[in-house]
């Protein structure tokens, strides 16, 4: 069992920042791969970005990419989501996951979820 507890949402002009933390329990944080995953209002959860066991591979979406930047720290049992240029359709609630695969860049594949934290840019 992998137990995530999101922090760092909140409250942000367009164009600023914000960097999300997941902190992971168990010991096996490093053979995971970490998503983040984004709900909003009305719509269907969606893949944001992931980073594999090391920290070697990483995947964003379309719509992040270039702003967003996922790390982790495999000693901290934590993962990160630095995200700059913020948009008003950025707002969601963000979601950590975990999965035990090599790679995974689908909701599917992962087993393990946070409560989310919420994220709100302002225009």
């Known amino acids: 069992q992998v137990q995530l507890v999101e922090s760092g949402g909140g409250l942000v002009q367009a164009g600023g920042s914000l960097r999300l933390s997941c902190a992971a329990s168990?010991?096996?944080?490093?053979?995971?791969?970490m998503g983040w995953f984004r709900q909003a209002p009305g719509k269907e959860r969606e893949f944001v970005s992931a980073i594999g066991p090391s920290g070697g591979t990483t995947r964003y979406a379309a719509s992040v990419n270039r702003r967003f930047t996922i790390s982790r720290d495999n000693a901290k049992n934590t993962v990160y989501l630095q995200m700059n240029s913020l948009k008003p359709e950025d707002t969601a609630v963000y979601y950590c996951a975990a999965s035990p695969r090599d790679w995974a860049n689908t909701a599917q594949l992962y087993d393990f979820w946070g409560q989310g934290t919420r994220v709100t840019v302002s225009s």
């Open positions: 168990g010991r096996t944080f490093s053979t995971y791969t």
